[in-house]
């Protein structure tokens, strides 16, 4: 049963402490989307990738935060320094595009990493 | 600027009954639209989707009826289940598929009553 992972589920620090989220998309996957969840705003896109190149990451605060694909298998998301109004559940998703056509396969979440920041 | 309206938080049905989910959206570019459905501690999970060709897309006790005209859509969902209580979020896609671009909605807690 193929699954989206991330890791850690949860995580508490500091104000000022850097934060990493990681993310391992189902094999075969191309397609990665970081999401975060809050009750003012509610499910945001931060960032995605395709075959590992960010298409877009609009939703995302430049200063701080950061989204990497290092490998096919793993996507990072980094927060330094992190803030107070920073805690909230981050989601990774992952889907398949093929031959850059559309596609009506769904995205996959993983179970999210719950950050709170004090 | 909220694209992807769903203007009720909550929504409270008798098992057996019909569940009702609403959502409103402004940008006439989507032309993909999907629900998903998310219970505590877990990821949302993908429940139905339809393409703005179509009006209605049925499967099984759901069935997803989009107006583009009122830029609306919604979920019906008969009979509704114990089980089917969760949040349930709209989406919409200006790329014609479900792996691009996603706007969601800030989602609809959904209770069915035994």
């Known amino acids: 049963d193929a699954r989206v992972t991330q890791t850690p589920r949860h995580k508490v620090t500091e104000m000022g402490q850097e934060v990493t989220m990681r993310c391992q998309p189902i094999?075969?996957?191309?397609?990665v989307f970081w999401y975060r969840q809050t009750m003012m705003q509610g499910l945001e896109l931060l960032a995605y990738?395709?075959?590992?190149?960010?298409?877009?990451d609009s939703g995302m605060p430049k200063d701080r935060f950061s989204a990497e694909m290092p490998d096919a298998t793993l996507a990072t998301l980094k927060i330094q320094p992190s803030e107070p109004r920073d805690s909230a559940v981050y989601f990774c998703?992952?889907?398949?595009?093929?031959?850059?056509?559309?596609?009506?396969?769904?995205?996959?979440f993983g179970p999210g990493t719950r950050l709170t920041v004090l | 600027d909220q694209q992807v309206k769903q203007n009720s938080p909550s929504l409270s049905v008798q098992e057996g009954r019909i569940s009702i989910l609403n959502c409103d959206y402004t940008?006439?570019?989507?032309?993909?639209f999907l629900w998903y459905k998310k219970y505590p501690a877990e990821g949302p999970t993908f429940l139905i989707s339809?393409?703005?060709?179509?009006d209605k897309n049925e499967d099984g006790r759901f069935t997803v009826f989009l107006n583009k005209s009122a830029k609306h859509l919604s979920l019906h969902i008969v009979p509704s289940q114990p089980g089917d209580s969760a949040v349930y979020f709209c989406?919409?896609?200006?790329?014609?598929?479900?792996?691009?671009?996603?706007?969601f909605g800030k989602g609809t807690l959904l209770t069915v009553n035994p």
């Open positions: 998703a992952s889907g398949l595009v093929r031959d850059g056509t559309s596609s009506t396969d769904t995205q996959y």
């Open positions: 094999l075969g996957h191309n397609t």
């Open positions: 990738f395709r075959n590992r190149a960010p298409l877009d």
């Open positions: 940008n006439s570019m989507f032309d993909y």
């Open positions: 339809i393409s703005s060709i179509k």
């Open positions: 989406a919409a896609s200006a790329d014609g598929g479900s792996n691009y671009k996603l706007t």
